[in-house]
């Protein structure tokens, strides 16, 4: 909820009663197309935290605990064969032409239709998913895993940090109840990289740590703090007023 003072400041009072103090109404306005790029930078910065480690922390000792069961549990999810077939979808909805061009779709929306609520969900999306890329694209190719299938970089799966960091955003802007059924639907497509022979377990839990911790840097619309100075003229009394608002 935003909380929001305003104190005043009188610079020259000519009357000996003072303008009462004003409180602002804070209007939200759309983020802008340049607003998705350059609070990038602090965006990481922010990912110097104690969620990031506890969270990265967890993930990796529990990828190190299952990753002697992986081949094990890959084989046993392949020949899920009436389950696998289920879990088929999983490659679309967490690819990155899903979670990425849907991320981008939203913000669009809230711009187009003058929504800045859904405005800013969809920039959140969107900047936690290019963070997300970031980080997940670096750590595949410092650890060179390679994938049950052979395939290249396979460690961490992607598609379950782009879904994990979707379900992050969703639960912090809806609330628990849209949460719990975003982590649901990351969870599926976590589940699906090893139906599909793409992905060990422990590829799949660090990808879901990284994909949290990435929604959970993006500050926009949240912990932000604005000071503006404006003067102010009023019957017996000159003055600035300085307005301090915190969200």
């Known amino acids: 909820m935003s909380r929001c003072w305003a104190v005043l400041i009188l610079v020259c ?9 004003q409180t602002p109404t804070a209007v939200e306005t759309a983020p802008s197309v340049g607003q998705l790029f350059s609070a990038l930078p602090g965006d990481f910065v922010h990912l110097a935290s104690v969620y990031t480690a506890v969270v990265l922390g967890a993930g990796g000792a529990f990828a190190l605990a299952v990753r002697p069961h992986d081949v094990a549990l890959t084989r046993d999810a392949v020949s899920w064969t009436t389950t696998e077939e289920v879990l088929d979808p999983g490659e679309i909805i967490g690819s990155g032409l899903m979670q990425v061009g849907g991320a981008f779709a939203v913000y669009t929306i809230g711009r187009l239709s003058h929504n800045p609520r859904f405005a800013t ?6 900047r936690a998913q290019l963070i997300n890329g970031g980080i997940t694209q670096g750590v595949k190719v410092a650890v060179g895993r390679r994938r049950p299938d052979s395939g290249s970089d396979s460690f961490p799966s992607g598609h379950a940090s782009a879904s994990f960091a979707t379900a992050t955003i969703v ?3 809806f609330g628990w109840k849209a949460g719990l059924a975003a982590y ?3 969870s599926y497509v976590a589940t699906s990289r090893l139906s599909e022979n793409s992905h060990y377990g422990s590829d799949v839990i660090f990808g879901a740590a990284i994909g949290m911790v990435s929604a959970h840097a993006v500050r926009l619309g949240h912990g932000r703090t604005t000071v503006s100075l404006s003067p102010l003229a009023q019957p017996g009394t000159r003055g600035v007023e300085l307005v301090w608002l915190q969200r």
Request: aromatic share 0%; net charge negative; glycine share 10%.
């Open 13 to 21: 009072g000519v009357s000996a009663t003072p303008a009462a103090a």
């Open 121 to 126: 969900v969809g920039a959140e999306l969107v």
């Open 184 to 186: 649901a639907a990351a």
């Open 171 to 173: 639960q912090r802007e």
